[in-house]
Structure formats: C-alpha cells, structure tokens
C-alpha cells in the first residue's frame, strides 16, 4: 500500500485546509493523521477506524475534522482556524490494529502564518 498525501499549504491564522490522503492498495482498519513540527516529535493529530470511530488530538478536537471514505480509500482532515502552531508536516498513517504493521505517506507542509 501507499499513501499519497496532499492539501498542504500556506494560510493566514483563522484559515481552513483540506488534507486529502489516497492510499494505492486497501487501507488497513486504522487510518489517521499525524504531525511533525520543527524540533519535535511526530503526534498523532486523529484518526479514525474502518467503522468511522473518531479520536483527537486535545489540541485539534472541536478544529479539526477527520473523514474516510472506504470506498474510494481516501480519507481527509478538515483543518478549520488554523493556528501558527499547527505548523507542521502532516503525515497520512495506515495501520493494521491486528497486526500492528503501519505504513506512512511522504508527508505534506502546512504552514500556518500569524
């Protein structure tokens, strides 16, 4: 499987992005989104399960949507009053609750300005 991510950009605080994910093969039970900002460690911003369970980021909840459409093996994040510290390569995840084994896109740029 692969992860082809995209959506990022560059908005002014209080603006929305829409971060898409198309994954090549069958995407395992969980899907999410994670971030990487500068100088930290990669977190999970949300995910959601093959069944639609949804789980936040404290940070993102109530900003943020997560959605997922198995049928065409994409799922989005709906990033809405962005704020400079969502800054951040935004990083699709595939992962296979069973097994454990996950997969990651390439990762895309969100850049949000104060």
């Known amino acids: 499987v692969q992860l082809q991510a995209s959506g990022g950009g560059l908005v002014q605080a209080g603006g929305s992005l829409r971060l898409s994910c198309v994954a090549s093969g069958i995407m395992f039970d969980l899907m999410g989104w994670y971030r990487q900002a500068p100088g930290k460690e990669r977190e999970l911003v949300a995910d959601?399960?093959?069944?639609?369970?949804?789980n936040y980021a404290a940070s993102v909840k109530d900003r943020f949507t997560i959605s997922r459409v198995n049928a065409k093996n994409t799922i989005h994040l709906q990033m809405n009053n962005l704020k400079p510290e969502d800054t951040a390569v935004y990083y699709c995840?595939?992962?296979?609750?069973?097994?454990?084994?996950?997969?990651w896109g390439k990762g895309t740029l969100v850049t949000v300005s104060s």
């Open positions: 995840n595939s992962k296979s609750t069973l097994s454990g084994f996950q997969q």
């Open positions: 959601v399960t093959d069944g639609g369970v949804t």
